[in-house]
């Protein structure tokens, strides 16, 4: 942290969450999963693709915002500049038994020392992983299905369209919950959140980016 | 890490106890979305096949993927051609080039099929209901000439074209339809009147259909001129090496 000193009013100081990197990231993967939703509507439901028109159009942004997809991860994820996001991926990746007892009890069971993310958005960030790569092979198949026997075919067809479902479902789940955690959107936006913030919803990371709590009267103890 | 440490839980040292070490959940979530995903790829097929047959073919549609169509158009239209303006011309080498009308294509001998519709990109729709009447009965009140080796199909679209050979055409599985899924046909499918040619993929059954013309040489059709193939076998054509499915 740039600015270790207590500020003016305790708990306000500003903590960085995510990075110029993160986010960039975050919103080039969000700007392509709208565009591939949005073009998915005229192609699924005929009364769309009426109202739209220009399905060859549709079909081809899609396709390659399709093709797009892993890009802005795997370019964030590649160079020095991706240290702080490869490092939540392995958070992301990691669960602690009180994570996993929170999970199964739906959140009820609460967590002693809350990671940077509660499993509900690790769970989130893995869904769209796993999504990116399964809608990729399986949308390869869609477009390249000369190289598959039919039976793949249809079956491709199936895995995209029931996953097609499960993205609307976790993708409007996620806005919502964005939209009503202000502070958690501002830091995908802006890049920080407040010390008490970070306190009240993720101690144990709050730990581990003020190393020496002794130094600092204002943790709890 | 250290199988013969010591049973040390609950007490405070440097590493926390075996069962309180952070376990890689993310790792296994992805890993087993994939092959989830891979199996959906490889079994899909007769997933959908068996549980389409066993809660027939209705209840198919609540299944993602099953028994649905996707519409396509290659003009991003969709015509919509009244039931008292549609006219279906049949001309070329023939002895007498006719015009029917939608009623005189409904008075001829009827034909039902109950067939799936597989389209070459995988989607298929099982067990649709097809009415219409057979081509070469359609042929034969035109009258080929000996001359003719095969047909060109035109559409109300304007762009779409078709073709096949006589030998093809001439297959009491190949109609000119006007009722599918139990009802005239929507203009979305290709309504009032176009081509079912069961034993080949979607694409060869026109939509819309305005005229056909009987030819000496197949000249292949708007999907074919982009890539596909001309004998449009199901199973045995564009990448396929399987045996058809009937």
């Given at each position: 942290?740039?600015?270790?000193?207590?500020?003016?009013v305790?708990?306000?100081?500003?903590?960085?969450?995510?990075?110029?990197?993160e986010?960039a990231a975050?919103?080039?993967?969000?700007?392509?999963?709208g565009?591939?939703?949005?073009?998915?509507?005229?192609?699924?439901?005929?009364?769309?693709?009426?109202?739209?028109?220009?399905?060859?159009?549709?079909?081809?942004?899609?396709?390659?915002?399709?093709?797009a997809?892993?890009?802005?991860l795997?370019?964030?994820?590649a160079?020095?500049?991706?240290?702080?996001?490869?490092?939540?991926?392995?958070?992301?990746?990691?669960?602690?038994?009180?994570?996993?007892?929170?999970?199964?009890?739906?959140g009820?069971?609460?967590?002693?020392?809350?990671?940077?993310?509660?499993?509900?958005?690790?769970?989130?960030?893995?869904f769209?992983?796993?999504?990116?790569?399964?809608?990729?092979?399986?949308?390869?198949?869609?477009?390249?299905?000369?190289?598959?026997?039919?039976?793949?075919?249809?079956?491709?067809?199936f895995?995209?369209?029931v996953?097609?479902?499960?993205?609307?479902?976790?993708?409007?789940?996620?806005?919502?919950?964005?939209?009503?955690?202000?502070?958690?959107?501002?830091?995908?936006?802006?890049?920080?959140?407040?010390?008490?913030?970070?306190r009240?919803?993720?101690?144990?990371?709050?730990?581990?980016?003020?190393?020496?709590?002794?130094?600092?009267?204002?943790?709890?103890? | 890490?250290?199988?013969?440490?010591?049973?040390?839980?609950?007490?405070?040292?440097?590493?926390?106890?075996?069962?309180?070490?952070?376990?890689?959940v993310?790792?296994?979530?992805?890993?087993?979305?994939?092959?989830?995903?891979?199996?959906?790829?490889?079994?899909?097929a007769?997933?959908?096949?068996?549980?389409?047959s066993?809660?027939?073919?209705?209840?198919?549609?609540?299944?993602?993927?099953?028994?649905?169509?996707?519409?396509?158009?290659?003009?991003?239209?969709?015509?919509?051609?009244?039931?008292a303006?549609?006219?279906?011309?049949?001309?070329?080498?023939?002895d007498?080039?006719?015009?029917?009308?939608?009623?005189?294509?409904?008075?001829?001998?009827r034909?039902?099929?109950?067939?799936?519709?597989?389209?070459?990109?995988?989607?298929r729709?099982?067990?649709?209901?097809?009415?219409?009447?057979?081509?070469?009965?359609?042929?034969?009140?035109?009258?080929v000439?000996?001359?003719?080796?095969?047909l060109?199909?035109?559409?109300?679209?304007?762009?779409?074209?078709?073709?096949?050979?006589?030998?093809?055409?001439r297959?009491?599985?190949?109609?000119?339809?006007y009722r599918?899924?139990?009802a005239p046909?929507?203009?979305?499918?290709?309504?009032?009147v176009?081509l079912?040619?069961a034993?080949?993929?979607?694409?060869?059954?026109?939509?819309?259909l305005?005229?056909i013309?009987?030819?000496?040489?197949?000249?292949?059709?708007?999907?074919?001129?982009?890539?596909?193939?001309?004998?449009?076998?199901?199973?045995?054509?564009?990448?396929?090496?399987?045996?058809?499915?009937?």
């Open positions: 942290m740039q600015d270790q000193s207590p500020g003016p305790i708990g306000s100081r500003r903590i960085l969450r995510f990075d110029r990197v986010r975050h919103w080039a993967n969000a700007v392509l999963f565009i591939l939703m949005a073009t998915a509507l005229p192609l699924y439901f005929v009364q769309v693709d009426r109202f739209v028109g220009r399905r060859v159009l549709v079909e081809n942004i899609h396709t390659w915002c399709g093709v997809l892993p890009i802005p795997v370019i964030s994820l160079g020095p500049w991706g240290e702080r996001l490869r490092r939540d991926v392995r958070r992301i990746n990691l669960w602690t038994a009180a994570e996993l007892r929170w999970l199964w009890s739906l009820r069971r609460a967590i002693p020392e809350p990671d940077k993310f509660n499993p509900g958005q690790k769970l989130n960030a893995l769209t992983a796993g999504a990116i790569v399964v809608m990729l092979a399986t949308g390869s198949i869609l477009k390249w299905y000369r190289f598959f026997p039919l039976d793949w075919r249809t079956g491709a067809t895995v995209h369209d996953l097609a479902l499960g993205i609307f479902i976790v993708v409007f789940g996620h806005i919502a919950f964005a939209l009503s955690h202000r502070d958690a959107l501002r830091s995908m936006v802006r890049g920080w959140v407040t010390e008490s913030w970070a009240r919803h993720a101690s144990g990371w709050l730990k581990e980016e003020l190393p020496d709590p002794t130094k600092d009267p204002s943790l709890p103890t | 890490m250290a199988p013969c440490a010591p049973y040390d839980e609950g007490v405070a040292t440097s590493s926390p106890p075996v069962s309180e070490r952070p376990k890689r993310g790792r296994r979530v992805v890993l087993g979305m994939v092959a989830a995903g891979a199996a959906g790829i490889v079994f899909g007769r997933v959908q096949n068996v549980v389409g066993a809660l027939g073919s209705g209840l198919g549609g609540l299944l993602p993927g099953g028994d649905r169509f996707r519409i396509y158009t290659v003009t991003n239209s969709f015509p919509d051609i009244p039931d303006a549609y006219r279906l011309k049949v001309d070329g080498l023939v007498r080039p006719v015009t029917l009308t939608l009623d005189q294509l409904r008075a001829m001998p034909t039902r099929l109950v067939k799936d519709f597989q389209c070459v990109t995988g989607w729709v099982p067990n649709v209901h097809w009415e219409g009447v057979r081509l070469s009965d359609v042929l034969d009140l035109a009258g000439q000996d001359s003719a080796q095969a060109a199909f035109d559409s109300y679209d304007g762009l779409d074209t078709e073709s096949l050979t006589l030998d093809q055409a297959r009491p599985d190949v109609i000119v339809a599918m899924l139990g046909i929507t203009s979305e499918h290709g309504g009032p176009r079912y040619v034993p080949m993929y979607g694409y060869k059954s026109l939509k819309w305005s005229a013309r009987v030819v000496d040489r197949v000249e292949p059709g708007y999907w074919e001129q982009n890539g596909y193939a001309v004998d449009a076998w199901i199973g045995r054509s564009n990448g396929g090496t399987e045996q058809p499915v009937d």
